[in-house]
């Protein structure tokens, strides 16, 4: 069955309220992603370089997340692996019930925050509809279903008794717990097969109010848009909602991903950008190719300790923040290359987390193989390959004599160009009066 609204936000001449950029997110820096649910029990999905046929791009989907939509595709990998494993007549939302987790939401946040991250931000509902709330909504949800327990309750309590900021991840166009839809096989498809009614709109609104009354989420990350029938003018619309958001949470933040012609920051996922961006920015990416738990995945899928450090400091000095990725296994605990990766990043912030935490962009991001932010007075020059065993400053600084490394003590300057401690390991810091 296919939903039809004529109705959009623009024709409309909505009004949307004022969604700036709060500057407790442009401080933070790191955020941490977490999607967990349903598909973290047969935790399954291709792994590839991503050159694929665009024909087979939903058919080969590399996100595990997605597992509910790629096995209704009959050609595909995952449907023959989930027929071999549970048999032809188990459907997706049978595997709620195998979803039985023994580390708790709390013993999952404290793992993530030893990554040194400001704010977490759990999937509340993907697309497969599942809620990890005690919603009123359906039935389809974790205290019903699986677990027995309100996920996003335990979650909310324990980011916030560890100090860090709570937000809430919300599939807002795509649920394909209430549609009857085709699968998605493309790009086109992911734009027409979504619910668009009045009724759907209702109710992905009605969730939504729910977590904004419950939990007073410093961030709403909307994903896939919003359906159509709910971009006017209603209280069911993205503009009352905000409103309602913003009068709970004065100081919450909205993402891009809403199909308005008004937004938050702007999110970039799996994507690169090069120089310091205008507007504030948010990085978003898997600690391997998918966002959930793919069993699939090995360390030549996965970020390094090395490899996370040196993104996450480009993106910073781009005027980004990065909301990295943890796809915990169905029983909650973190995949040993996930946690490495968060470990080796926290311990790099226990020494240069000043140059990261509260700077802003210099006037460009970096030259060559280094980095710049500013803070505190502060010029701080990022070497994102230590190894050649000498930072070359930037033209900028020709009078300086000397530089002060975060954690290594410091050395003299000839011709812009400093030695880095051998002491040092990893992305080393140089410091710099900005005058």
Known sequence: MLYFDQRTGPELGVSYPEVGVPE??????????IHWGIFSVPAWAETHDGNVPVEDAFARHRYAEWYANTIRIPSSAARAHHVARYGEGTSYEDLAQQWRPTASPAELVAAVLRSGARYVVPVTKHHDGFCLWDTATTSFNTV???PGRDLIAEFATATRDAGARFGVYFSGALDWHVSDLAPIQSERDLFLLRRNDESFA????TQLKELIDRFAPSILWNDIEWPDAGKGHDDYGVAALWRHYLAAVPDGVV???WGVPAHGYLTREYI??????QQVWESTRGLG????Y????????????????????DVVASNGNLLINVGPRADGTVPELQQQALDGLGRWLETNGIAIFGTRPWHRAGDADVRYTVGQGRLYAHCLSPAVGELRLPDERAHLTQVNWLGGGTTAVTDLVAPIPTALKGQAVAVADLG
Do not use: C, T
């Not at 442009?26 to 955020?31: C, E, F, P, S």
């Not at 209702?202 to 609104?205: F, G, I, P, Q, V």
């Not at 793919?294 to 400091?313: G, M, Q, T, Y």
């Open 272 to 277: 690169d950008v090069s120089g310091v961006q």
């Open 294 to 313: 793919n069993a699939n995945e090995d360390a030549s899928h996965s970020l390094s300790p090395e490899a996370l450090i040196r993104f996450f400091v």
């Open 255 to 257: 993402n891009d991903r």
């Open 24 to 33: 407790w997110y442009r401080d933070a820096k790191l955020g941490v992603f």
């Open 289 to 292: 190719m998918s966002f959930g």
């Open 202 to 205: 209702r109710y992905a609104a």
């Open 144 to 146: 019903n279903r699986g």
